[in-house]
């Protein structure tokens, strides 16, 4: 029913920033958490980010708590992370993910995945 295409990874230095989009081809009001996970090598997928597009609320990992910032676009049906002060442990496939049933922190409970960009910070 809902298909999400991530783009906007890339390649940057220590301390720079990127901005993900995530475009999703249908979303309703009915299901309007959409969420940020990634995943390195040889680690678990793990949460980043999550906005409920009701009214825009956010929720971050630790890890990333002042450095990145998830936002909505309703119009454009479009999710976007800004991520800014990029270290090396931040390097991963970062996937878009929407519709959780329950713990939205937990990646088995979404319905609907991208395919993934790649983030690569040097150090």
């Known amino acids: 029913q809902v298909q999400l295409v991530e783009s906007g990874g890339g390649s940057v230095q220590a301390g720079g920033s990127l901005r993900l989009s995530c475009a999703a081809s249908t979303y309703t009001y009915s299901r309007p958490f959409m969420a940020w996970f990634r995943q390195a090598p040889g680690k678990e997928r793990e949460g980043v980010a999550v906005?409920?597009?009701?009214?825009?609320?956010?929720y971050y990992d630790d890890s990333v708590k002042g450095r990145f910032a998830i936002s909505q676009d309703n119009a454009k049906n479009t999710v976007y992370l800004q991520m800014n002060s990029l270290n090396a442990e931040d390097s991963a496939m970062y996937y878009c993910?929407?519709?959780?049933?329950?713990?939205?922190?937990?990646?088995?409970?979404?319905?609907?995945w991208g395919r993934g960009t790649q983030v690569t910070v040097s150090s």
């Open positions: 906005i409920y597009t009701g009214d825009g609320s956010t």
């Open positions: 993910a929407a519709d959780p049933r329950g713990n939205i922190w937990d990646s088995k409970r979404y319905k609907y």
